[in-house]
Nanobody, 124 residues
């Protein structure tokens, strides 16, 4: 099993920035990629970005391209999501997830392990 713990969320004014972290522990050698998803109240959980642990593959949903950056620190078993130019519509719980099957997908079903989430709230 892999345990994932997100941190770094908070209340930020529109236009501000946050850096979210997801620390992984357990059988980390058994997963191949990490994803970030977000879920706003009353909405389905939606894909944000993924990255392979090798760093050779990244992908972002259109709404965050140019503003969000996903990265890893392999020595710390941590994945980051740098969020710039925050908009009120970015307000959501942000969740990291681990892909053990090298699917590099954008659906929740592509991921095997999930963290508890960290809240990002953007004020106007």
């Amino acid at each position: 099993q892999v345990q994932l713990v997100e941190s770094g969320g908070g209340l930020v004014q529109a236009g501000g920035s946050l850096r979210l972290s997801c620390a992984a522990s357990g059988r980390t050698s058994n997963y191949y990629a990490m994803g970030w998803f977000r879920q706003a109240p009353g909405k389905e959980r939606e894909f944000v970005a993924y990255i392979s642990w090798s760093g050779t593959s990244t992908y972002y949903t259109d709404s965050v391209k140019g503003r969000f950056t996903i990265s890893t620190d392999n020595a710390k078993n941590t994945v980051y999501l740098q969020i710039n130019s925050l908009k009120p519509e970015d307000t959501a719980g942000y969740y990291c997830a681990a892909d053990s099957r090298h699917e590099l997908g954008t659906r929740t079903a592509n991921y095997d392990y999930w963290g508890q989430g960290t809240q990002v709230t953007v004020s106007s």
